[in-house]
C-alpha cells in the first residue's frame, strides 16, 4: 500500500467560468503542453511516452522559463539502453528540473514564481519546490489520468509529492483545460 493522501485534499479552485483568470491559467497550462510536445531539438521532451512540461511565470504573469523533461544538457540521448524500462528515469530529468534549472542560468529568482505543468509533481521535484518557496503550482484537471503509459512508481511517488505540497503550504490548483482554444486534448 502506497502513502496515504493528504488530510488535506488540495484545493480545487473554481473560477467562473469565463473569468480573466481561469482563460490565463488556462493558456500558461497549454504553453506547458506545447512545450512537451516540441521536436527534442526545439527543447521538447525526449521521453519517448510521457512527455511533461512545465512553465514558471513571474507575479507579473511574465514566462520566466519553460522546459520539457528530457536529457540534461551534454547528455547522449542517442543511447537506447537509456531508454528501457528501469533506465528512463535514471536519466531523464523532470520538467520542472529542468525550467528551474534554465531560470537559474538567466539568475532570475523564483520568489513569487507560480507554476504550471501538465502532470501533478513527483516526490522529489515536490521537495524541490517547497525548498525554493515556491507556493503555487497549477496543473489540469485529471492530468495524470491524461498519462495513460504512467508507471505505478511513478503514481506513488506523486502521491508523496501532494503531501510535499500541501505540507510546504503549496496550493495545487486543477484548471478545467476542456476548451483550452490553442490546446488539444491529448491521448498518450
Ligand atoms: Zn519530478
Redo the contacts with the bound molecule.
Keep these: 500500500m502506497g502513502p496515504t493522501m493528504p488530510k488535506n485534499k488540495p484545493p480545487h479552485k473554481q473560477y467562473p467560468r469565463h473569468s480573466d483568470a481561469l482563460a490565463e491559467h488556462r493558456g500558461w497550462l497549454a504553453r506547458a503542453e506545447k512545450v512537451a510536445l516540441l521536436p527534442f531539438n526545439q527543447g521538447g521532451s525526449t521521453h519517448p511516452t510521457v512527455k511533461v512540461g512545465a512553465v514558471l511565470v513571474d507575479k507579473d504573469g511574465h514566462e520566466i522559463a519553460a522546459a520539457a523533461n528530457r536529457f540534461a544538457h551534454g547528455l547522449d540521448r542517442r543511447r537506447p539502453e537509456r531508454y528501457k524500462n528501469g533506465s528512463k528515469s535514471l536519466w531523464v530529468n ?4 529542468m525550467a528551474v534549472a534554465r531560470a537559474a542560468r538567466l539568475g532570475v529568482p523564483l520568489n513569487e514564481a507560480r507554476l504550471y505543468v501538465t502532470l501533478e ?6 521537495g524541490l519546490l517547497a525548498e525554493l518557496h515556491i507556493k503555487q503550482v497549477f496543473v489540469p484537471v485529471g492530468a495524470m489520468r491524461r498519462y495513460a503509459k504512467l508507471k505505478s512508481k511513478w503514481k506513488q ?1 506523486i502521491e508523496v ?1 501532494l503531501i510535499k505540497l500541501a505540507e510546504a503550504g503549496i496550493t495545487l490548483t486543477s484548471i478545467d483545460t476542456n476548451t483550452v482554444p490553442s490546446g488539444r486534448r491529448t491521448k498518450r
Design positions: 523532470c520538467a520542472e528540473q509533481p513527483c516526490a522529489v521535484c515536490a511517488s509529492g
